[in-house]
């Protein structure tokens, strides 16, 4: 004889445990992301139960720090400058003004130049009796007594290479060797000018070739060429600049950067 079990409580523990294990996973899911979907539920229904417990352990989003980065000033340096008393005065707005020539070519390529139009000059150095001053210069000469010839040739300026004057003394007597060193001094002279270039000076180059007196002057620039008294075979030549006027005396004096004030390290690596 067989008993058949109980239905009604087998069908109990059937819906009881499919209600819990439900429950479970419904608990789990509105749980999950840090109950961020049963927030999303109780919003949505307006379901106002759980409001406190929803909120009490929400964590507030930290805002983020950033780091900024301040450039550190400059310490301020009061300095106290003195000035004369003319700096601060209005500038003539009618004060003369005058054009002057400077030299165009630097004091060793002149030297270069004329070594390549055949003069042995030395190079271009220091000189031996004043250091503030570079030069190069040729000499030479040939026969003795009345018959002597000479040459003698020298280019001075500053160590910056800026020209200040060239020189010439020669003897020509009417001999083989005058007359050759006539020929050297009249292309010497040619390359000069032409170097220079002042145009109006190429004026001055026949009458040299025919050894006459001539002296020409233009914008502070000057050119002699005359014998010596006591003897007809003695010339004197010079190529310079000078300043004659006060307005010419003033512009060569702003413009020599010999006579300028250094540049401070400062500024002079700002560059």
Not at 88 to 116: H, N, Q, Y
Request: proline fraction near 6%; glycine fraction near 6%.
């Amino acid at each position: 004889m067989s008993i058949a079990p109980p239905r009604k409580k087998s069908r109990a523990v059937f819906w009881i445990s499919t209600i819990i294990i439900g429950t479970a996973i419904l608990a789990t899911v509105l749980l999950a992301n840090d109950k961020r979907n049963l927030r999303t539920l109780t919003q949505y229904y307006h379901i106002t139960w759980f409001d406190g417990w929803l909120h009490q352990d929400v964590p507030v989003a930290a805002k983020p720090v950033v780091a900024v980065r301040t450039k550190p000033r400059l310490a301020q340096v009061q300095a106290q400058i003195p000035l004369p008393e003319h700096a601060f005065d209005k500038a003539p707005s009618t004060m003369p003004v005058s054009f002057i020539r400077t030299w165009k070519i630097s004091g060793e390529d002149l030297c270069a130049k004329l070594a390549d139009a055949g003069l042995p000059v030395s190079k271009w150095k220091q000189s031996g009796f004043d250091t503030g001053t570079f030069e190069c210069s040729y000499e030479a000469q040939n026969g003795k007594g009345d018959n002597e010839a000479s040459f003698f040739i020298i280019v001075r300026g500053t160590e910056t290479g800026e020209l200040a004057n060239v020189r010439l003394k020669v003897i020509l007597p009417d001999t083989d060797g005058g007359r050759a060193f006539r020929d050297k001094f009249v292309n010497t002279v040619t390359t000069l000018v032409t170097e220079s270039q002042w145009p109006d000076f190429q004026a001055a180059l026949e009458p040299i070739g025919r050894l006459e007196n001539v002296t020409l002057a233009a914008f502070g620039a000057k050119l002699t060429f005359s014998h010596e008294f006591e003897d007809a075979r003695r010339f004197n030549f010079v190529l310079d600049l000078e300043r004659t006027t006060p307005e010419q005396r003033r512009e060569g004096d702003y413009f020599d950067t010999s006579k300028w004030l250094p540049v401070p390290p400062q500024a002079a690596n700002a560059r």
